[in-house]
């Protein structure tokens, strides 16, 4: 029995919808290989966000060392005040303008905005992992610096082989998503003409004048990403439970 003009009219909506998708992707992605708006883009952003995290990492720590010292043995008070100063003004005010000041105004003269994005964020991250790993430090026993300092060890290297590895498998969580946080932030460098992944999506929208296609790729793959960068954080949350290991 032949099928009514009814029955198959949302079939045959759903096939135009879907034939004019299908033209619109191809126009977004395939035409014109804009498809390397966005791998390269990507490219740049894992770039920026792993380059960025290392650095606040590293700077994280310094600036935890020196305010944890200072607050448990009144040591360091000039580096204290200048740490404190730096993670007041840091967490007070936006990414986005301190990396347009960055760009503008304290690295004017650095043509490379790949690097001045990861001296910003780095910056920017190394604020909030003091915090992070400060809170860590503070949360260990301080029986554990004596048992390290009467076994001999100095408090640097009580400090080294002591407490940090505990405090660190005990902040892993908060490093991890201050990474993600990172990583979704360095969206914002478009702001200074960095071509990332926001950025290659919104060059997209600009040639071919469609708009929810690119962005709603960009954000697809922003999602993949954190989704898999979480799901390693909590294997590696699981291996450190099961092991008992530090690190």
Avoid at 41 to 62: N, Q
Avoid at 170 to 182: D, K, Q, S, T
Avoid at 199 to 209: D, K, L, V
Wanted: aromatic share 8%.
């Amino acid at each position: 029995m032949p099928l009514s003009v009814a029955a198959v009219a949302p079939f045959a909506g759903l096939a135009s919808w879907w034939s004019e998708q299908s033209e619109n992707f191809r126009i977004c992605f395939v035409k014109n290989d804009r498809w390397m708006y966005i791998t390269n883009g990507l490219g740049r952003t894992l770039e920026v966000a792993l380059c960025a995290v290392l650095l606040g990492a590293a700077l994280g720590f310094l600036v935890a060392i020196i305010r944890a010292t200072h607050d448990k043995h009144g040591r360091l008070r000039l580096l204290d005040a200048v740490a404190r100063v730096y993670i007041t003004v840091i967490r007070g005010t936006p990414m986005t303008v301190q990396l347009l000041i960055a760009y503008f105004i304290v690295f004017s003269n650095l043509n490379d905005k790949v690097l001045v994005a990861i001296l910003a964020f780095g910056v920017n991250s190394g604020a909030y992992v003091a915090e992070i790993i400060r809170a860590g430090i503070t949360s260990i026993d301080d029986g554990q610096m004596e048992a390290a300092r009467s076994l001999g060890l100095s408090y640097a290297q009580g400090m080294c082989k002591v407490v940090l590895p505990q405090a660190v498998r005990n902040i892993l969580p908060a490093l991890g998503n201050e990474f993600i946080v990172m990583l979704k932030d360095t969206s914002i460098a478009s702001f200074i003409g960095l071509d990332d992944l926001a950025r290659g999506g919104s060059i997209i929208r600009s040639q071919t004048y469609q708009a929810y296609i690119p962005f709603l790729a960009v954000a697809a793959i922003y999602l993949v990403l954190v989704m898999a960068f979480s799901k390693l954080l909590g294997k590696l949350e699981k291996h450190l439970r099961r092991t008992g290991a530090t690190a």
